[in-house]
């Protein structure tokens, strides 16, 4: 009994740590809210080896963008990031279609299609997102906390601009959080080691 006790609470609290991990995550490097009229949202695609709709990943990653527009604003862009995709098309074209066919989104759309990593999504979507007063990334919150951590070392003025998305609900998919932590954790340090080495570079 005590065996199966001592299983039970280590697995109650791995869950509980991967709740605190994503939920964190998803606040760093943002603000809750800013006075603004007009956002973009950035959702990031995830590889769809195959097939020619978004895989089960990319399809949560843009109901999450969807669920971050703010109704309130005059405006909201969803922007559309990726360049691997399927078979008729890029990330940002699978994303782009489950969002309109699939989930009804009727607003504006732009795509990003030429990006192959977390660099170049961030890179590549800044000339789309510079006339918003604020900005929110989408992803896996581990994913988006990196890619605001790109934005403002590329873009430190339109980090200035980034709000939280609604990318973490409490208990969402939690068998798969603290799994999905460990791998955020550790892209997360070897992006920053990544920047440390630029910026040793550029001063040198």
């Given at each position: 009994?005590?065996?199966a006790?001592?299983?039970?609470?280590?697995?109650?609290?791995?869950?509980?740590?991967?709740?605190?991990?994503?939920?964190?995550?998803?606040?760093?490097?943002?603000?809750?809210?800013?006075?603004?009229?007009?956002?973009?949202?950035?959702?990031?695609?995830?590889?769809?080896?195959?097939?020619?709709?978004?895989?089960?990943?990319?399809?949560?990653?843009?109901?999450?963008?969807?669920?971050?527009?703010?109704?309130?604003?005059?405006?909201?862009?969803l922007?559309?990031?990726?360049?691997?995709?399927?078979?008729?098309?890029?990330?940002?074209?699978?994303?782009?279609?489950?969002?309109?066919?699939?989930?009804?989104?009727?607003?504006?759309?732009?795509?990003?299609?030429?990006?192959?990593?977390?660099?170049?999504?961030?890179?590549?979507?800044?000339?789309?997102?510079?006339?918003?007063?604020?900005?929110?990334?989408?992803?896996?919150p581990?994913?988006?906390?990196?890619?605001?951590?790109?934005?403002?070392?590329?873009?430190?003025?339109?980090?200035?601009?980034?709000?939280?998305?609604?990318?973490?609900?409490f208990?969402?998919?939690?068998?798969?959080?603290?799994?999905?932590?460990?791998?955020?954790?550790?892209?997360?340090?070897?992006?920053?080691?990544?920047?440390?080495?630029?910026?040793?570079?550029?001063?040198?």
């Amino acid at each position: 009994m005590r065996r199966a006790t001592r299983v039970i609470l280590g697995l109650c609290g791995l869950a509980v740590w991967g709740e605190f991990v994503h939920w964190r995550a998803s606040r760093a490097h943002t603000y809750e809210r800013l006075p603004a009229r007009s956002e973009a949202v950035v959702v990031l695609g995830y590889r769809n080896i195959r097939g020619d709709r978004a895989n089960a990943m990319n399809r949560w990653r843009v109901r999450a963008a969807l669920r971050s527009i703010d109704p309130a604003l005059a405006s909201s862009i969803l922007i559309c990031s990726g360049g691997n995709g399927g078979a008729s098309g890029s990330e940002a074209v699978l994303l782009a279609r489950y969002a309109v066919s699939e989930c009804g989104f009727t607003g504006p759309v732009q795509l990003e299609e030429e990006s192959r990593s977390t660099w170049q999504n961030v890179e590549n979507v800044i000339p789309l997102i510079e006339h918003a007063d604020q900005i929110k990334i989408v992803s896996n919150p581990l994913h988006a906390q990196k890619a605001r951590l790109y934005l403002r070392h590329q873009r430190p003025d339109l980090a200035e601009r980034l709000v939280r998305a609604a990318d973490y609900r409490f208990g969402e998919a939690w068998p798969l959080k603290p799994l999905l932590a460990l791998h955020g954790l550790r892209a997360i340090a070897r992006g920053r080691r990544s920047l440390a080495r630029m910026r040793r570079q550029q001063g040198s």
